[in-house]
């Protein structure tokens, strides 16, 4: 998550060129795969054959020289397998965890800037890897606002639902806990204008309107404000 960086033994691992690299990021992800399909992903048919056979075998040799001389095995023919003797400890692991741990170590996207000039095949497989690592973890951090807001942890629950809010700029959960803890303050405008955003977003880009729970939660932000309009007028006149 974030921009990839490979550990060996506590020290930064450089590769020679991406393809390499590229390999090594889709074998941690898949764990297997067939040697053609590997070489049809990270060459494609930009390059013949026999070049593409001599790019794989020397891709393997470099990562094999890299890391470790059994990193990767064959367990069958022509299976390309990271070993599974070898303790290769990932952060996409840890999205299985406890979800208020999750959102602890989220660093970003998966792969950050990371890409293969030229290559839509494999930059397609990275977008489709993001996005379905990125629901899992906002998945996890929904979980975690909720819990937040229960414990009337407000700090970090409106932390969270702004995390939410750009990683998913449609998704009306974040902003219905942002509007319920300023409305909570007493901050009534930022709850108004929060929801204005919102509804202005999804009708702009999505022709939709905001559900009914946060259409609800405003119009109670609106008359709790008119009632405190109506307290203060009255004070001032008394």
């Not at 399909?37 to 891709?59: F, H, P």
């Not at 932390?159 to 809010?165: G, H, R, S």
Request: proline share 3%.
């Amino acid at each position: 998550l974030g921009s990839p960086r490979i550990l060996k033994d506590g020290e930064f691992v450089a590769f020679p060129f991406k393809q390499a690299e590229a390999i090594l990021y889709y074998l941690l992800v898949e764990r297997e795969a067939p040697r053609n399909k590997i070489a049809d992903l990270i060459w494609g048919n930009n390059v013949g054959d026999q070049k593409v056979k001599s790019n794989m075998r020397n891709a393997i040799y470099v990562l094999r020289k890299l890391l470790w001389t059994d990193f990767l095995i064959e367990p069958r023919k022509n299976i390309l397998q990271i070993n599974p003797e070898i303790d290769v400890q990932l952060d996409l692991e840890q999205l299985n965890g406890d979800s208020a741990e999750i959102t602890n170590i989220y660093a970003g996207e998966f792969l950050q800037d990371f890409y293969l000039k030229e290559n839509e095949y494999y930059n397609e497989w990275i977008l489709n890897t993001r996005q379905e690592l990125q629901q899992i973890y906002i998945d996890h951090l929904k979980q975690s606002i909720a819990r937040r807001f229960e414990s009337q942890d407000w700090s970090q629950c409106e932390a969270q639902a702004k995390q939410l809010i750009s990683l998913d700029e449609y998704d009306e959960t974040g902003y219905y806990y942002l509007m319920e803890i300023y409305r909570i303050r007493g901050e009534y405008h930022k709850a108004i204008a929060l929801y204005d955003r919102l509804k202005q977003l999804l009708a702009e880009d999505l022709f939709q309107f905001p559900g009914e729970r946060i259409s609800q939660l405003t119009e109670l932000v609106k008359q709790e404000r008119s009632q405190k309009l109506i307290k203060a007028s009255t004070s001032t006149q008394a």
